[in-house]
């Protein structure tokens, strides 16, 4: 087995949302699809993802102010 | 109300609390009055953040200025720094004036045994380093070049590897031959046959690339910390990681849009940050890093880095009037005639032109009370 590069300092854990998930996020938010971010399906971080256009990506950045915060794009094509 | 505090003051409280040994119910007390604190600290909805971020940035910005020239020059390489680098940030530069890298190794490597032939290996090698002499041979035609001893021996090149690579990279149409010390002549191959090409030869030769990675210009290893790593000038990350002593995890360049080429939108929003406030710092600056997050935030939020200019992400505003109040004000108003743009006044510049209340603060009502 071939072994997973080690992630650069600098890119943070991105997963993709289930469906159910995602359809909880927006309710919750009161959102469209179209108010989140974007981040283009063919963003080197989400490669091994295999996204969709239309998936809900979430992001855990390391912050200097609050620790961990939670961010979400939608995967756009191009 | 869930009273969900943000990790890293949940973290700091948790950990005083255990210090100072308190009971359940004193801990329940503290964490009430930590979050009812931490609730009332919130920036409020509708407000104009972006504004108190602009000047926040702006203000010590006009410090800046004086200090820029002054400090230009970090560890022997001249690298941009202060207001011009700001700017550059900011606006999104494609070409900065002054990339650099910091490319980490991992461990046998980074010892600082070798590290003068692995910083060699990276930098990018031309002709013209290689060569002292050049001359045209009319009578033999062809090309006599002698070969800068020095500098072979301190990169570690002989003259039969310049041979190959220069046979490579002339595709064949001339002949090369070493004497194996320093000396290559270079002869018309039996395609060519007019005497021109040599003159024009002896011109492209010396951009003719030998080995290294492209755009490392300058390699400098130094000692930082407990391990050495090496500092260049230019910068090519795909390149330099594709290298197998390369630590992938460390190694850093200042190029925003080339680390959003290998790593991704979100690792270029960090390097934003990061870059920002790293000049911020440098000039002994106190900005706090909340603005520059929201400044990133904001470049990046289309999935593709833009600027702060007219070509980025004001281009991007629906606004006919708020776009028109940047820059260039009579083109973008004459475009949007041509094109019969309409304008909804959902924002705030374009309402503040046209005397009207703006949506931010107690301009925006609706948040708490049915408007009609």
Same mark, same amino acid.
């Given at each position: 087995?071939?072994?997973?590069?080690?992630?650069?300092?600098?890119?943070?854990?991105?997963?993709?949302?289930?469906?159910?998930?995602?359809?909880?996020?927006?309710?919750?938010?009161?959102?469209?699809?179209?108010?989140?971010?974007?981040?283009?399906?063919?963003?080197?971080?989400?490669?091994?993802?295999?996204?969709?256009?239309?998936?809900?990506?979430?992001?855990?950045?390391?912050?200097?102010?609050?620790?961990?915060?939670?961010?979400?794009?939608?995967?756009?094509?191009? | 109300?869930?009273?969900?505090?943000?990790?890293?003051?949940?973290?700091?409280?948790?950990?005083?609390?255990?210090? +100072?040994?308190?009971?359940?119910?004193?801990?329940?007390?503290?964490?009430?009055?930590?979050?009812?604190?931490?609730?009332?600290?919130?920036?409020?909805?509708?407000?104009?953040?972006?504004?108190?971020? +602009?000047?926040?940035?702006?203000?010590?910005?006009?410090?800046?200025?004086?200090?820029?020239?002054?400090? %230009?020059?970090? %560890?022997?390489?001249?690298?941009?720094?202060?207001?011009?680098?700001?700017?550059?940030?900011?606006?999104? &530069?494609?070409?900065?004036?002054?990339?650099?890298?910091?490319?980490?190794?991992?461990? *046998?490597?980074?010892?600082?045994?070798?590290?003068?032939?692995?910083?060699?290996?990276?930098?990018?090698?031309?002709?013209?380093?290689?060569?002292?002499?050049?001359?045209?041979?009319?009578?033999?035609?062809?090309?006599?070049?002698?070969?800068?001893?020095?500098?072979?021996?301190?990169?570690?090149?002989?003259?039969?590897?310049?041979?190959?690579?220069?046979?490579?990279?002339?595709?064949?149409?001339?002949?090369?031959?070493?004497?194996?010390?320093?000396?290559?002549?270079?002869?018309?191959?039996?395609?060519?046959?007019?005497?021109?090409?040599?003159?024009?030869?002896?011109?492209?030769?010396?951009?003719?690339?030998?080995?290294?990675?492209?755009?490392?210009?300058?390699?400098? *290893?130094?000692?930082?910390?407990?391990?050495?790593?090496?500092?260049?000038?230019?910068?090519?990350?795909?390149?330099?990681?594709?290298?197998?002593?390369?630590?992938?995890? &460390?190694?850093?360049?200042?190029?925003?849009?080339?680390?959003?080429?290998?790593?991704?939108?979100? %690792? +270029?929003?960090? %390097?934003?940050?990061?870059? +920002?406030?790293?000049?911020?710092?440098?000039?002994?600056?106190?900005?706090?890093?909340?603005?520059?997050?929201?400044?990133?935030?904001?470049?990046?939020?289309?999935?593709?880095?833009?600027?702060?200019?007219?070509?980025?992400?004001? &281009?991007?505003?629906?606004?006919?009037?708020?776009?028109?109040?940047?820059?260039?004000?009579?083109?973008?108003?004459?475009?949007?005639?041509?094109?019969?743009?309409?304008?909804?006044?959902?924002?705030?510049?374009?309402?503040?032109?046209?005397?009207?209340?703006?949506?931010?603060?107690?301009?925006?009502?609706?948040?708490?009370?049915?408007?009609?």
């Amino acid at each position: 087995m071939e072994k997973k590069p080690a992630k650069h300092i600098l890119v943070p854990n991105h997963t993709k949302l289930s469906d159910s998930e995602a359809k909880q996020l927006l309710e919750k938010n009161n959102l469209r699809r179209e108010h989140l971010p974007r981040i283009f399906i063919s963003d080197p971080a989400i490669k091994d993802l295999d996204p969709e256009s239309g998936d809900i990506i979430k992001i855990e950045r390391r912050s200097p102010t609050a620790g961990v915060a939670h961010f979400y794009r939608v995967v756009s094509r191009a | 109300m869930a009273n969900i505090l943000p990790k890293k003051i949940q973290e700091s409280m948790d950990k005083q609390m255990d210090a +100072a040994k308190l009971s359940d119910s004193k801990r329940k007390k503290v964490s009430e009055r930590v979050f009812e604190k931490y609730f009332g600290m919130k920036v409020h909805p509708g407000e104009c953040v972006g504004i108190i971020s +602009a000047e926040s940035i702006g203000e010590p910005g006009t410090q800046m200025t004086l200090n820029t020239f002054h400090f %230009a020059g970090v %560890a022997e390489m001249n690298v941009t720094v202060g207001l011009p680098r700001l700017i550059e940030i900011l606006d999104g &530069r494609k070409e900065i004036s002054t990339p650099t890298m910091e490319i980490y190794l991992i461990a *046998p490597y980074n010892s600082g045994k070798d590290i003068k032939k692995i910083a060699n290996e990276i930098k990018e090698v031309k002709m013209k380093e290689l060569i002292s002499e050049i001359s045209i041979n009319i009578a033999n035609s062809s090309l006599d070049v002698v070969l800068d001893a020095e500098t072979l021996a301190e990169l570690e090149i002989n003259a039969k590897y310049i041979v190959k690579v220069l046979e490579k990279r002339l595709h064949g149409s001339f002949k090369c031959d070493t004497d194996g010390e320093k000396v290559i002549t270079i002869k018309l191959g039996d395609k060519a046959k007019d005497l021109k090409q040599l003159y024009r030869l002896k011109e492209s030769l010396k951009a003719v690339y030998v080995r290294g990675v492209k755009g490392i210009s300058q390699v400098l *290893p130094i000692k930082k910390g407990e391990e050495f790593i090496i500092v260049t000038a230019g910068s090519n990350l795909k390149m330099v990681l594709k290298k197998e002593y390369v630590d992938q995890v &460390r190694t850093t360049t200042n190029d925003i849009f080339q680390i959003e080429e290998v790593f991704g939108i979100e %690792a +270029a929003r960090s %390097a934003i940050i990061n870059e +920002a406030y790293k000049v911020i710092q440098e000039q002994g600056l106190n900005v706090d890093i909340r603005h520059l997050m929201l400044v990133a935030d904001t470049m990046c939020v289309n999935g593709k880095v833009k600027g702060i200019t007219r070509y980025g992400i004001i &281009r991007e505003k629906t606004s006919v009037l708020a776009r028109a109040s940047f820059e260039t004000p009579l083109r973008h108003i004459f475009n949007a005639a041509k094109q019969g743009e309409e304008d909804v006044l959902n924002s705030v510049v374009e309402n503040v032109m046209i005397n009207q209340p703006v949506p931010i603060g107690t301009g925006l009502p609706g948040l708490i009370t049915k408007v009609k």
